[in-house]
């Protein structure tokens, strides 16, 4: 990974690169040296243009010329997926409370029969 400049901010939820506005380039390259590609988010004065670019084994696979990336400015890069909401609590207690009441009404069956058959004459052979 390689970032040139300041503009790149991350946070819990998103990766954003904007334009400083200056002179300076900011650049952001995110690289697999084990496949071979790279992406390449390059923004700044240095440049005419702003480009979204995709590589692999140093051939270009693809430029994106002032690419709207999520918006003009800042970029959005990445962003994670929407929350999925956990279980309610009392969702929960329900499910282990309904198989609390199962497993005792089970256990307490069982003792019944072992008991009436344990009180009943055993067959001689």
Do not use: C
Request: aromatic residues 8%; glycine residues 10%; positive net charge.
């Amino acid at each position: 990974m390689t970032l040139v400049g300041t503009a790149l901010a991350a946070t819990q939820t998103e990766l954003t690169m904007a334009s400083n506005g200056g002179s300076a380039a900011n650049y952001f390259i995110l690289s697999s040296a084990a496949a071979g590609a790279q992406l390449e988010w390059l923004r700044g004065n240095n440049f005419t243009v702003d480009i979204y670019a995709g590589l692999a084994h140093n051939a270009i696979l693809w430029n994106t010329f002032n690419p709207q990336m999520g918006g003009i400015n800042p970029w959005l890069i990445a962003a994670a997926p929407t929350a999925v909401p956990e279980p309610a609590t009392a969702v929960l207690a329900g499910i282990g409370a309904v198989s609390g009441i199962a497993y005792s009404l089970v256990r307490k069956r069982r003792s019944q029969r072992r008991q009436g058959a344990a009180g009943q004459p055993q067959p001689t052979a």
